[in-house]
């Protein structure tokens, strides 16, 4: 019986942290409308700067402690409420994308400031004083001040909330903020307050709780899972529930690290349980409509079929430069390319094309690492097509709850599957399956070999770019065919209104459950791809933090292209890997900038994504024949100088770039030149030009916005 009392103190004391920082993640909701993704890392950042203070530069607690809450915490507050303003009147992605990226950008700020290969350690508040009795019960002067602030803190905020002028602002902006401008209360003061609030909040929480774990950037980033899990017990509205819910999620957690048997393969289990909790809350518990539940979708636009065979030519042409002039080292860092772009356009069916927003294209990825290693170990050709199945069937599976949830809900669900997949399902040692032995990492790394076709074994870095550079081209075409053809306008149906889709006829469980699968066995070819190309790959390149780097640059390149798999994919093993090459310093500032993509993304920046607009400035050079053949035969010159050693890589980069520079000044140089063509009225299509899919679609658009 002391060890259950013993254990539920313990537990206690977690959910008094649980507790605060979930408050504080709802206050921020329910007033702005913003989920804030990165709660945790703020109260990660305010843990590491109470170690500065206290431990790193000799600062006393109290001062240390105050500094943190009264000054750094406020201020960064009010930092991130006004980044976060501008997108406020937004659709629920870019809310989504602008937390994520605070996520990716804080973590990766972090590891920059205090560097990871360097242990830290935060004492206990009063732990030279000797813990005190209540009962069977002992406790510490930690324990017992971490449930004492719980208590002020619940204490505080229902005063807040109920008794004074600022709290009922607040309280009324969650219904309507523009009809509480209009009685004369402030909402963007009721804001600033909510983050102020918030980030205090996760503040204390981190505090209160380094001392507890390790003090890793990322480690006490995702501790805000366990507070998600309180949250959501809450219905991210009510503050009751959520201190409910942290006691749930942190007695859980205590009873089972006590009395979980020993086995090799639970461990995992206890540390993947809040993320589990997580899920099954977000599938039992009812939502009320999401806050910004106002979506401002962009056309996705339709491929031709010669622009796509084109720029399917372009990606397998790309390949074949890099495999012919960079050497075996340099293959191995930038043929990955082409396997970071199948990864990437794995999210344009599914979040451009059915708009379901998911973080765990990376771990799908990490299935299909694992099936091409277990199966294709001797290069079976057809290990390929058994890893798009399996991972398929997986993403089919996660297709299942995704039908209860979506905005918001739907990423929270899709980063806890991502969370158990890390810290318990790729740690599992082999295990057997109705008489077979399945083995995933088995607590280490494993290794890929490239296929064999027709005879032919492909396995160095070049044939393996080049054979990446195909996969990617062929990928390419099949989305964009997807695209073109029915089940492309049906997605697109079901992105529009899920409501609509159904009333009209259309399967939400067939059609979710396709484009899962689909978007999972495409990333986990990317993965397979990833892992031949460096031969050795291990669970922590899939996990859930190392996916939001690529996310949010699929996310700046437009999620409804289909040339944002080659982008993605150039951006992040291109010219990241290219700068810390040359420059070996910048290699922590090269981790924030996705993150700072993704910011720009957010506010406005960028409007419909990076490789739309390119398009649009390129458009007369790419319709242009005699501009697009003088420059493919200006980078075929120096490709052709290249291999017979005429002139070095630098010479044929910097070539290339200024004749594509160029040729698009040449381009716009010939447009403007000539003749300007009559517009057509719309009444005489089909009549005075040829008629188009194109028109069809335009039309359609044209009749719905108006109807």
């Known amino acids: 019986m002391e060890q259950f009392i013993s254990f539920g103190i313990v537990g206690l004391s977690t959910a008094a942290i649980y507790a605060i920082i979930g408050s504080g993640l709802v ?13 945790g890392a703020t109260g990660m950042i305010a843990a590491f700067s109470y170690w500065q203070l206290s431990v790193g530069w000799g600062w006393p607690v109290w001062l240390s402690v105050a500094t943190v809450l009264l000054v750094l915490a406020p201020a960064f507050g009010l930092l991130v409420e006004l980044l976060v303003r501008p997108v406020q009147a937004l659709g629920e992605a870019e809310k989504l994308v602008m937390t994520i990226a605070l996520l990716s950008g804080l973590i990766a700020l972090a590891r920059w400031i205090w560097s990871p290969n360097k242990a830290r350690t935060l004492p206990k508040f009063f732990a030279e004083q000797d813990s005190f009795q209540i009962g069977a019960a002992t406790i510490s002067w930690h324990q017992a001040i971490t449930m004492l602030v719980a208590v002020v803190v619940a204490a505080g905020l229902r ?56 003090l890793d950037a990322t480690q006490l980033s995702l501790v805000i899972v366990s507070a998600y899990a309180a949250a959501i017990f809450g219905r991210l509205k009510s503050l009751p529930m959520t201190f409910v819910g942290a006691i749930v999620v942190g007695c859980m957690e205590s009873y ?60 397998v042409a790309f390949g074949l430069i890099l495999a012919t002039v960079l050497g075996e080292g340099d293959l191995i860092t930038y043929g990955q390319i082409f396997a970071f772009g199948v990864i990437a356009l794995s999210f344009v069916p599914l979040v451009g094309y059915a708009g379901q927003i998911s973080l765990a294209q990376l771990t799908m990825a990490g299935v299909g690492a694992i099936v091409c290693a277990r199966l294709g170990g001797n290069g079976q050709w057809w290990a390929l097509l058994a890893v798009m199945v399996i991972a398929g069937i997986v993403g089919a599976v996660i297709a299942v709850p995704a039908l209860r949830l979506s905005g918001v809900y739907l990423a929270l669900g899709t980063a806890a599957i991502a969370a158990i ?120 390149q899939f996990s859930f933090v190392a996916g939001l780097g690529i996310f949010l640059i699929a996310v700046v390149g437009g999620l409804g292209v289909v040339g944002n798999g080659l982008f993605t994919g150039t951006m992040i093993a291109g010219p990241l890997n290219a700068i810390v090459a040359l420059w070996p310093a910048a290699a922590n500032l090269v981790q924030t900038l996705p993150a700072a993509a993704g910011l720009a993304y957010s506010s406005g920046a960028v409007d419909d994504g990076l490789v739309p607009s390119l398009r649009r400035r390129w458009e007369p050079a790419l319709r242009d024949p005699v501009v697009m053949a003088a420059l493919l035969g200006w980078i075929g010159a120096l490709w052709i100088l290249r291999l017979v050693d005429v002139v070095n890589g630098y010479v044929l980069i910097i070539g290339a770039v200024a004749g594509i520079l160029a040729a698009r000044s040449w381009g716009v140089s010939r447009q403007r030149d000539a003749p300007a063509q009559r517009e057509i009225p719309v009444e005489w299509w089909g009549l005075e030009r040829p008629w188009t899919t194109e028109d069809e679609e335009v039309l359609d658009r044209a009749i719905a916005a108006r109807s």
């Not at 206050?27 to 709660?39: D, I, L, R």
């Not at 909330?161 to 004369?184: F, Q, Y």
């Not at 099954?280 to 539940?293: E, I, K, M, V, W």
């Not at 550079?469 to 997605?491: I, P, S």
């Open 27 to 39: 206050v921020t909701y329910t007033t702005t409308g913003v989920f804030n993704f990165a709660h």
């Open 159 to 214: 005063i807040l909330m109920l008794r004074t002028r600022t709290g009922t602002e607040m309280r009324a902006t969650v219904d309507d903020r523009a009809l509480v401008g209009l009685t004369g209360a402030d909402p963007v003061r009721a804001n600033r307050v909510a983050w102020v609030l918030g980030t205090v909040l996760a503040a204390i929480g981190g505090i209160l709780i380094a001392p507890m774990v390790a």
């Open 256 to 315: 089972l690290t006590g009395y979980l048997p020993q086995s090799p393969y639970l461990p995992g289990l206890r540390l993947a349980a809040p993320a589990i909790l997580l899920l099954l809350a977000l599938l039992l518990f009812p939502h009320g409509r999401l806050r910004g539940r106002d979506r401002h979708l962009s056309q996705v636009p339709l491929p031709t079929v010669r622009g796509t065979i084109a720029f399917a030519g372009v990606i």
């Open 421 to 540: 997949f890390d810290r318990w399902i790729f740690t599992l040692p082999s295990f057997e399956v109705f008489g077979t032995e399945i083995t995933l990492f088995d607590q280490g790394s494993v290794e890929l070999v490239g296929p064999r076709l027709f005879g032919f074994a492909i396995d160095t870095p070049a044939e393996l770019t080049v054979f990446s550079a195909v996969c990617l081209a062929l990928v390419t075409l099949g989305v964009a065919m997807l695209r073109r053809g029915r089940l492309g306008r049906r997605l697109i149906a079901l992105r529009d209104s899920e409501a609509a889709f159904a009333t009209l006829g259309g399967s939400l469980l067939l059609t979710k459950m396709l484009v899962f699968a689909l978007s999972a066995g495409i990333a986990g070819l990317g993965g397979a791809l990833y892992g031949m190309q460096l031969m050795s790959i291990s669970a922590e």
